[in-house]
């Protein structure tokens, strides 16, 4: 049993600093220096393992084989729906159905502005809630690519989009999580971060259309984009305040894109904006000559996305996981490390074995409901069985160095996690006194940055903030709330996101561009979440919260 030390330098500040160096390595690698993203992944791994080993004195078989479980992890289940999710996109685009799904979306509306609000913010919000681990963004950014978005756009976009759902995540996971670990009560939970994240539900669409068009252009549409964030926000205050976290994004989105459809029937833009603003021709698309399809036609453009929301929203719900897992499940104990890490005080409230048990549930993960629902939408398409397998495996050769990325990225995060280095952020972050509930917050944007999950986030840091807002006389709901609310500003900036957004878009080696465009909406917005939770602990009582 190895328990790990949160100050192995005696001094808080220099603890921090040190930790801290796998996170600049990879992130200066990627967004300073445009290292490609597979090459800055291993050089961010080998600066984690050397942080663990000799500054954190993690053993090396241990260091070795959090590195190898969080490789693993970055394949299954991440890696897994990346893959699968870019051979739909690859079938339906090589039969053109993309040019019909631009036009049909068009039919709505053919306002740039108006196409992006649709896809990424209230149609991402559906995946996410249905699926999260990367599937919005992958799915969001190759629509718009596939709209005639440039790939910066396609993916920055759909990053900065993907953040008011992300806290209740895949049916409630990231707060589920976090009431076990907090012990907490989860409908407590969920009623605050509902409260928390309405307003940022609201405020999301303008900023996304603000960083995509500039302020001007978005107020020339603020009618509906004031519809799709409200039609959002509500049922996601009604739902999670009275019912809780499970069915939150799928209501609230589906609401969402029905009452924006529905406002556009009977409301255009004076001056429609056609174009995407400042795209080099280089960076479009080439497009067919505009033609009128027939319901027909659009029915078939359509149909792989409604096969694949059918079995994305079927395979996140417990009953058919529990079913599938009821087939065949493996639990493999990762040798070297389960149950021989002990989290250590004040992280936890007494001494705890972390467990490190790699679950291959083949069957229940999300990426194998999106490969049958590729194989059924390839099959409806015409491709043949021998066509389908050899556009797989030209699938699995474009992503390649994505599956690569994401297994490093994944790798440094458990190493960072076994090690105790990330607990070393945290409790830096949470010696703030009167001014920890805006730091509080901060410290889940920095868990989701680093681990790319807010369930990770919360499972992570959730007991830390329940500890810390107890000793500083401030209602633990509210910060591990704040935890899982701040840590959606951060999903942005991971890199694990930003590969599956430069994936997506077939822009693999750009990640530094796509890092740089969203880090200032990420920063910003997580201060703005942090300043609402001050609010809720000093200006008013959170008592009157309470549902």
């Given at each position: 049993m190895w328990s790990q030390v949160y100050d192995p330098f005696g001094n808080m500040l220099v603890s921090a600093s040190v930790a801290v160096i796998p996170v600049v390595v990879l992130l200066a690698s990627i967004g300073l220096f445009e290292v490609r993203a597979h090459i800055a992944a291993l050089l961010g791994l080998t600066a984690a393992l050397l942080v663990a080993i000799f500054a954190y004195g993690m053993p090396v078989q241990m260091a070795g084989m959090a590195a190898v479980y969080g490789a693993a992890f970055g394949f299954l289940p991440i890696g897994w729906i990346i893959l699968n999710v870019i051979f739909l996109y690859r079938l339906a685009n090589e039969k053109g159905e993309f040019d019909v799904l631009q036009k049909s979306i068009g039919a709505i509306s053919n306002d740039r502005r108006l196409q992006l609000l649709f896809v990424a913010f209230s149609f991402g919000a559906f995946?996410?809630?249905?699926?999260?681990?990367?599937?919005?963004?992958a799915v969001t950014a190759a629509m718009l690519i596939g709209l005639g978005f440039p790939p910066l756009a396609a993916s920055g976009l759909s990053?900065?989009?993907?953040?008011?759902?992300?806290?209740?995540?895949?049916?409630?996971?990231?707060?589920?999580?976090?009431?076990?670990?907090?012990?907490?009560?989860?409908y407590e939970l969920s009623a605050t971060v509902g409260r928390q994240l309405a307003p940022f539900a609201i405020i999301v669409p303008f900023w996304l259309l603000w960083a995509f068009v500039g302020f001007r252009k978005m107020i020339e549409v603020w009618p509906p984009v004031l519809v799709a964030g409200v039609s959002f926000a509500i049922p996601q205050y009604l739902v999670s305040n009275f019912h809780g976290p499970w069915l939150v994004n799928v209501v609230a989105s589906v609401v969402s894109m029905a009452a924006l459809a529905l406002?556009?029937?009977?409301?255009?833009?004076?001056?429609?904006?056609?174009?995407?603003?400042?795209?080099s021709v280089s960076d479009m698309p080439t497009k067919s000559p505009a033609t009128s399809h027939s319901s027909a036609v659009v029915l078939r453009a359509w149909t792989p996305w409604i096969i694949l929301a059918v079995f994305v929203f079927l395979w996140g719900t417990p009953q058919v996981r529990a079913a599938l897992d009821g087939l065949w499940i493996q639990k493999i104990p990762v040798g070297g490390l389960h149950e021989l890490v002990q989290k250590m005080p004040p992280v936890v409230a007494s001494p705890r074995a972390e467990a490190a048990i790699f679950n291959v549930n083949l069957l229940s993960a999300t990426g194998t409901g999106i490969l049958l629902s590729g194989i059924i939408s390839g099959l409806f398409l015409g491709y043949s069985v021998p066509e389908l397998l050899r556009m797989y495996a030209k699938t699995i050769y474009v992503v390649r160095?994505?599956?690569?990325?994401?297994?490093?990225?994944?790798?440094?995060?458990?190493?960072?996690?076994?090690?105790?280095?990330?607990?070393?952020?945290g409790l830096?972050?949470?010696?703030?006194?009167?001014?920890?509930?805006?730091?509080?917050?901060?410290?889940?944007?920095?868990?989701?940055?680093?681990?790319?999950?807010?369930?990770?986030?919360?499972?992570?840091?959730?007991?830390?903030?329940?500890?810390?807002?107890?000793?500083?006389?401030?209602?633990?709901?509210?910060m591990a709330a704040a935890n899982s609310a701040g840590g959606v500003m951060g999903k942005m900036i991971d890199a694990q996101s930003i590969v599956v957004a430069s994936t997506a878009t077939k822009w693999y080696g750009h990640e530094g561009q796509i890092l740089?465009?969203?880090?200032?909406?990420?920063?910003?917005?997580?201060?703005?979440?942090?300043?609402?939770?001050?609010?809720?602990?000093?200006?008013w009582p959170f008592k009157l919260l309470a549902p």
């Open positions: 995946f996410e809630g249905a699926a999260g681990f990367g599937t919005p963004v990053l900065i989009a993907n953040t008011a759902p992300v806290a209740f995540g895949a049916l409630g996971t990231p707060l589920v999580a976090l009431a076990a670990v907090t012990g907490l009560d989860l406002f556009l029937r009977v409301w255009s833009p004076a001056v429609p904006m056609t174009e995407v603003p400042n795209a160095y994505s599956l690569l990325t994401i297994s490093c990225m994944m790798a440094i995060g458990f190493i960072t996690r076994y090690s105790g280095s990330d607990a070393t952020l830096m972050l949470a010696q703030t006194g009167w001014a920890y509930p805006f730091f509080g917050t901060l410290i889940g944007w920095l868990g989701v940055a680093l681990t790319g999950s807010d369930t990770s986030s919360n499972v992570l840091f959730g007991g830390l903030q329940r500890i810390t807002a107890e000793q500083l006389g401030i209602n633990p709901v509210l740089r465009f969203v880090f200032f909406h990420s920063l910003a917005l997580a201060t703005l979440v942090g300043l609402l939770v001050m609010g809720q602990a000093y200006l």
